[in-house]
T-cell receptor, first 109, second 115 residues
Framework: KNEVEQSPQNLTAQEGEFITINCSYS?????LHWLQQHPGGGIVSLFM???GKKKHGRLIATINIQEKHSSLHITASHPRDSAVYIC???????????FGKGTKLSVKP | SAVISQKPSRDICQRGTSLTIQCQVD?????MFWYRQQPGQSLTLIAT?????????ESGFVIDKFPISRPNLTFSTLTVSNMSPEDSSIYLC????????????FGPGTRLTVT
C-alpha cells in the first residue's frame, strides 16, 4: 500500500463546479504539500500545511492530522485549472517529500 | 522564494548515451533534491545533492547510473548514464531554501525520451 493515497485518480468537471480532491497518508508527517503539475511537467507549490486550513484565491486546503487526511477544494472551477494535482507529505523539516500519484483534473467549458 | 531553472527542458536521446541535466537556483539554498517521474507514476526521490561531498542515494538508485554533482549552494547536475528506454521520465530538481523551513520549490523539469 502506498504511503500517500489520492482520490479520485481522474476527475472531469464542468466549468463553475466545486471540486474536491482527497489525500490520505499512513505515516507521521511534519507537513503536507499540495502541488500542481501542468502538461509540460513543471510543478508549482500551491499549499504547505501542518494544521488547519489555508485559502488562496479559489483554492482551499484543509488537513486533519488525527485522521491523516487532507482535502484540496477548488471553487468556481475554470478550464485553466486543468492540471494534475499532487499531494505530498514531508517527514522532518529538511526531508524529501513522499508523493501521491496525483489527480488529473479536466475542467470543460 | 527560490527561482529554479533546468537545462535542457527536454531531450530525445539514443540508447547507451548519457545526458547531463543542470539545475540552477537564483539564491543559495540548503538542500537540493533530484526526483524522477516515470510515465503514469508518482515522483520518486533519486538522491539528495550534498554541497562539496557525494550525493546521498535512495534505495534502487546508484552513483554509477546517476552521478550527481553539487559544486556550490546554487547549482547541481544529474547525469543519466548509459540510458535505456526505461529511463524515459521527467527529471525534477527541488530545493529547500532555508534551515528548519518546510518550504520546497521545484524546477520546471526535464522531459527525457530514450529511443
Amino acid at each position: 500500500k502506498n504511503e500517500v493515497e489520492q482520490s479520485p485518480q481522474n476527475l472531469t468537471a464542468q466549468e463553475g463546479e466545486f471540486i474536491t480532491i482527497n489525500c490520505s497518508y499512513s505515516v507521521g508527517i511534519s507537513a503536507l504539500h499540495w502541488l500542481q503539475q501542468h502538461p509540460g511537467g513543471g510543478i508549482v507549490s500551491l499549499f504547505m500545511l501542518s494544521s488547519g486550513k489555508k485559502k488562496h484565491g479559489r483554492l482551499i486546503a484543509t488537513i486533519n492530522i488525527q485522521e491523516k487526511h487532507s482535502s484540496l477544494h477548488i471553487t468556481a472551477s475554470h478550464p485553466r485549472d486543468s492540471a494534475v494535482y499532487i499531494c505530498a507529505v514531508q517527514r522532518g523539516s529538511q526531508g524529501n517529500l513522499i508523493f501521491g500519484k496525483g489527480t488529473k483534473l479536466s475542467v470543460k467549458p | 522564494s527560490a527561482v529554479i531553472s533546468q537545462k535542457p527542458s527536454r531531450d530525445i536521446c539514443q540508447r547507451g548515451t548519457s545526458l547531463t541535466i543542470q539545475c540552477q537556483v537564483d539564491s543559495q539554498v540548503t538542500m537540493m533534491f533530484w526526483y524522477r517521474q516515470q510515465p503514469g507514476q508518482s515522483l520518486t526521490l533519486i538522491a539528495t545533492a550534498n554541497q562539496g561531498s557525494e550525493a546521498t542515494y535512495e534505495s534502487g538508485f546508484v552513483i554509477d547510473k546517476f552521478p550527481i554533482s553539487r559544486p556550490n549552494l546554487t547549482f547541481s547536475t544529474l547525469t543519466v548514464s548509459n540510458m535505456s528506454p526505461e529511463d524515459s521520465s521527467i527529471y525534477l530538481c527541488s530545493v529547500v531554501p532555508r534551515l528548519h523551513s518546510y518550504e520546497q520549490y521545484f524546477g520546471p523539469g526535464t522531459r527525457l525520451t530514450v529511443t
